[in-house]
């Protein structure tokens, strides 16, 4: 009688050659397979895990764009505001990016006590900007204006009637931050400009001004058919204490009123206000109706501190009620 043999078993398969096993698995001598393994009917389909030779280029790019960009941020950390100076002097191209930065770097520092020759310094690199990059010189207008020192006005009165209007518009923001009384001579002239802009700007540059002189022209332009103008001629009426503005400001804290104001887009075509640009006018109303503590619209403001939908006017309105209030 011939004894049958059990058909060979198929041979288990080594993981270790298995490529598609993790390699933390594939070698570890704990997790061997002692039992047969069930070999399937057809033919797995082939890994479609990408090669790690083809991960490497782009692990390596992400690595040194990481790189660049930390060894970039190390490298702007502490700069003084003189080193952008001399970057602004030694390139040719690209020199509106440290003047850019330089205006950064002095709106956070506010207030910092300078060097007296930084001011000097930066003085002269403004004057000397006539025929740069005119992005240049309107970030170094900038930068004059977060300094807030006297000895600029002389430089950048000139630059009221600048070819470039944007420079221009940026030097009546510095005058008005420097608060300088000689500036008002030259901005005068600007609330009668055809430009809505400058004569925007004019107005608010005014507000900031201790100009007697401006108060009629400021009152003239709260007429102004541009509503923007009209309202920062209000506001700067505001800063110096002249209440001629409150009827327009009652207005400007009014979303049915705001709602109908139109502005032209880029296109010049009417467009309506943003919420942002809507809530901005209502807190400048009534950041400006509390310093002249204006009880006459006391309830008004009170009904906005309850009920408004921005947060940020509802807690400007109770603030502006608590300093009406205020004995």
Do not use: C
């Amino acid at each position: 009688m011939t004894l049958m043999s059990d058909p060979p078993r198929p041979e288990t398969p080594d993981l270790r050659s298995d490529t598609d096993v993790p390699v933390e698995i594939r070698y570890d001598p704990d997790l061997a397979v002692h039992e047969p393994a069930t070999v399937p009917a057809e033919q797995a389909e082939p890994s479609r895990r990408l090669s790690p030779i083809l991960l490497f280029p782009i692990g390596l790019a992400v690595l040194a764009i990481a790189v660049y960009v930390l060894f970039g941020v190390i490298a702007g950390e502490g700069k003084p505001p003189a080193a952008y100076l001399d970057e602004i002097r030694l390139r040719r191209v690209d020199a509106w990016q440290p003047a850019f930065e330089l205006s950064r770097l002095l709106a956070q520092e506010k207030g910092a006590v300078r060097d007296p020759r930084f001011t000097a310094d930066l003085i002269s690199l403004f004057e000397a900007s006539r025929d740069a990059d005119p992005r240049v010189r309107r970030y170094l207008a900038l930068s004059l204006g977060e300094v807030g020192d006297p000895r600029a006005v002389d430089a950048l009165l000139p630059a009221l009637s600048d070819p470039d209007e944007q420079t221009t518009i940026y030097a009546a923001w510095a005058l008005g931050s420097i608060g300088d009384r000689r500036a008002a001579a030259g901005l005068l002239p600007l609330l009668d400009h055809q430009d809505a802009g400058l004569r925007k700007i004019a107005a608010y540059a005014l507000g900031g001004i201790d100009a007697p002189e401006a108060l009629v022209p400021l009152r003239a332009l709260l007429n102004d058919p541009v509503e923007d103008v009209a309202w920062n001629a209000a506001l700067a009426l505001a800063r110096r204490d002249d209440p001629a503005g409150l009827p327009l400001m009652a207005r400007m804290i009014d979303r049915p009123y705001l709602d109908q104001v139109r502005r032209p887009d880029e296109s010049g075509s009417p467009r309506s206000l943003t919420e942002d640009e809507k809530q901005e006018a209502i807190l400048n109303a009534l950041r400006a109706i509390a310093r002249l503590r204006d009880r006459e619209r006391l309830e008004t403001v009170r009904r906005l501190g309850a009920s408004d939908p921005s947060l940020k006017v509802r807690q400007a309105a109770l603030e502006a009620v608590a300093s009406i209030e205020k004995p």
